[in-house]
């Protein structure tokens, strides 16, 4: 009688870690995901401040995409402003996560698009985190 006992409580200590474990599992999926939602949450507030700043930059100096490009700390290449991010948002040359591409229209208005490019490199495509169209003060 007393094997019996002990056996069922054997079993029954066994589902009970079973059931823990199955439980533990899944709240370590959902901490990860929460934690990729912040990063991406974030990413795209930090985009949207950099994405404001060039347009303001863009509004009050005329359109002058030079100032945008000395403020951001990027490149005028062909009439489009790059300024390339690390993954902390610090200004960077190379080895970049985040890039922030101000495209004049000619008409005294521009585009200035936010790219992550974390999230793209599995898909090979960029992936814009935020978009805006500026007009300068005339």
Not at 103 to 116: H, L, P, R
Request: include cysteine.
């Amino acid at each position: 009688m007393k094997g019996t006992k002990t056996s069922l409580f054997l079993v029954e200590l066994m589902i009970s870690l079973l059931l823990f474990a199955f439980c533990a599992a899944i709240c370590i999926q959902i901490f990860h995901a929460a934690g990729e939602r912040t990063r991406k949450s974030e990413a795209l507030s930090k985009g949207v401040f950099y994405a404001t700043s060039a347009a303001e930059i863009f509004k009050s100096s005329g359109g002058d995409i030079d100032a945008v490009a000395d403020a951001l700390g990027g490149e005028v290449r062909g009439g489009t402003v790059y300024a390339h991010f690390d993954s902390e948002w610090n200004i960077k040359a190379d080895g970049t996560s985040y890039t922030l591409i101000l495209n004049e229209s000619g008409d005294g208005a521009a585009t200035i698009e936010v790219e992550d490019v974390i999230s793209s490199e599995n898909k090979g495509v960029l992936q814009t985190l935020f978009s805006i169209r500026v007009k300068a003060v005339s």
